[in-house]
Structure formats: C-alpha cells, structure tokens
Nanobody, 118 residues
Framework: QVQLVESGGGLVQAGGSLRLSCAAS????????MAWYRQAPGEQRELVAS???????HYADSLKGRFTISRDNARNTLYLQMNSLKPEDTAIYYC????????????WGQGTQVTVSS
C-alpha cells in the first residue's frame, strides 16, 4: 500500500517558520514530480510549489522568496520550508506526488494543518 504522510504542521505566530515533511512509502519503483498544495477554508486547492526528480522547482508567484521546496530522493521525502508566515498562509497543506508502481499515478497525502496567528 502506497502512502504519502505529511508532518510538521501546527500553530505559529505571524513572522514565524515551519518545515513540512512528506514521506512516501510502499512498493514505489520511481518518484516523479512532487508538489505541495494548500486549501484554505472556503477556497479552492492551490499549488504552492513543485519539484521534479532532477530538482527543478516552480513556485506560486505570491510565495516566491518565503517558501522553499526541496526533496531527498534517497529518503523518498519532500520538504517545504515556510518562512515569514502570514495569517493568510493558514490552510491545510497537502503533499502530491507522481509515483510509478505498475503504472504512473498521482497520489495525495491526508494533509497537515498550518495555522498562523496574527
């Protein structure tokens, strides 16, 4: 059974930092692009950042400079370093990954709550 398990969310004051992690486990042959999405209450889910298995990154324009996505291919783990957090960053953050088992498919984690207080 394949799992993407996020961790690292929590409550932080505005201006603070958090580091999210997402560990992929299971009978995975290869991992392609991985990404972080977020969904605030009453809003659509939106892309935060993505990273290819070669390390190429893409960020939502509004988050450039504050968030950094990275991955450890040896550990099948994705990270999101979030600095200078703002109350509007409050959301559930989801891990997303393209995984090769028998075929390529896209998987989602269960989400981790990030709450930024003012």
């Amino acid at each position: 059974q394949v799992q993407l398990v996020e961790s690292g969310g929590g409550l932080v004051q505005a201006g603070g930092s958090l580091r999210l992690s997402c560990a992929a486990s299971g009978r995975i042959l290869r991992i392609g692009t991985m990404a972080w999405y977020r969904q605030a209450p009453g809003e659509q889910r939106e892309l935060v950042a993505s990273i290819t298995n070669a390390g190429s990154t893409h960020y939502a324009d509004s988050l450039k400079g504050r968030f950094t996505i990275s991955r450890d291919n040896a550990r099948n783990t994705l990270y999101l370093q979030m600095n200078s957090l703002k109350p509007e960053d409050t959301a559930i953050y989801y891990c997303n990954a393209d995984l090769l088992l028998l075929t390529w498919s896209t998987y989602w984690g269960q989400g981790t709550q990030v709450t930024v207080s003012s």
